[in-house]
């Protein structure tokens, strides 16, 4: 069958030194899986960070272009890994061509980094654990030093004042130094003192209630506390307080008519000019509210 009738058969051509029908080489699969992925020479370059010269040298196997063969292991893994494939096959035919590989530096940091995914995620977890545990380790050491530095201090231990005993009196009292010490001590007073004797003070009078004055216009009579206003007809307050038991006010001045409240009727007596007044007409809710003409 013709390469025509296959679709499927490879188009890239044999890399230098690859004799027809063989299998293809590391250079060549490489170069294959590349194309599948649709990437060009120069973006695969730009992902492994190598010159697109050494990119090409790598799929065309040609190594007299690449530095030694321990670089070109790890250029050949990377290349692998970047596009998903399997590197060992692509090592085992590059090892074919240029020898087993050495005890090389390069080739131990590659097989050290050569973490599969698995692996690595083993690792990432490794990582994240650690860090949880340090975090939880510093989170448990800072609550007991603030445990420790909030913590009461013990009370300081009292030391008691020893007792001082008593000195006992060696000679005993007699009947009368007894008693003139159980007497108080009186202030001498001259022979000679004229002085009299103060006077004991009489306590001052307490103060009386004011008279109503029968002439007064308006006088208000309180038997208990009760708040009171009077204003008169411009508004101006001639009167505004707290009455008590035993107050008698008289409003003086002002322009009439006067507005009187009271604000508990019940506690007040009104007279206007000396004649008696009824509340009751005028109050509401025990609220006293009317007109003095």
Do not use: C
């Amino acid at each position: 069958m013709s390469e025509e009738d296959n679709p499927t058969a490879s188009s890239t051509p044999p890399a230098a030194g690859e004799e027809p029908g063989t299998a293809p080489s590391f250079g060549a699969r490489l170069a294959a899986a590349r194309e599948a992925a649709g990437l060009g020479v120069g973006e695969m370059a730009g992902r492994l960070r190598l010159h697109v010269n050494q990119v090409r040298a790598l799929e065309a196997g040609n190594l007299a272009q690449l530095p030694e063969a321990a670089y070109v292991r790890g250029f050949v893994r990377s290349y692998a890994r970047s596009l998903g494939l399997d590197p060992a096959p692509l090592i085992d035919d590059l090892n074919a061509r240029v020898g087993a590989p050495s005890s090389s530096v390069v080739d131990g940091m590659a097989r050290t980094h050569d973490y599969s995914p698995v692996r690595a995620a083993a690792h990432e977890h490794a990582s994240r654990s650690l860090v949880l545990g340090l975090a939880l380790l510093v989170l448990i050491a800072l609550g007991a030093i603030g445990w420790y530095a909030t913590r009461p201090s013990a009370p300081e231990p009292v030391t008691a004042a020893p007792a001082t005993p008593a000195v006992a009196s060696t000679s005993a009292a007699t009947p009368q130094e007894e008693t003139a010490a159980a007497a108080p001590a009186t202030p001498a007073t001259p022979a000679d003192s004229t002085e009299p004797p103060a006077m004991a003070t009489e306590p001052a009078p307490a103060p009386s209630h004011p008279v109503a004055d029968a002439n007064a216009w308006l006088s208000l009579s309180f038997s208990g506390v009760s708040w009171v206003e009077v204003t008169d007809a411009n508004g101006k307050v001639l009167l505004s307080q707290l009455a008590r038991q035993g107050d008698v006010l008289q409003p003086a001045g002002g322009t009439p008519p006067l507005a009187v409240v009271i604000g508990d009727a019940s506690k007040a007596t009104v007279t206007v000019r000396g004649e008696a007044f009824n509340l009751e007409p005028v109050k509401r809710a025990n609220v006293a509210r009317f007109t003095v003409k």
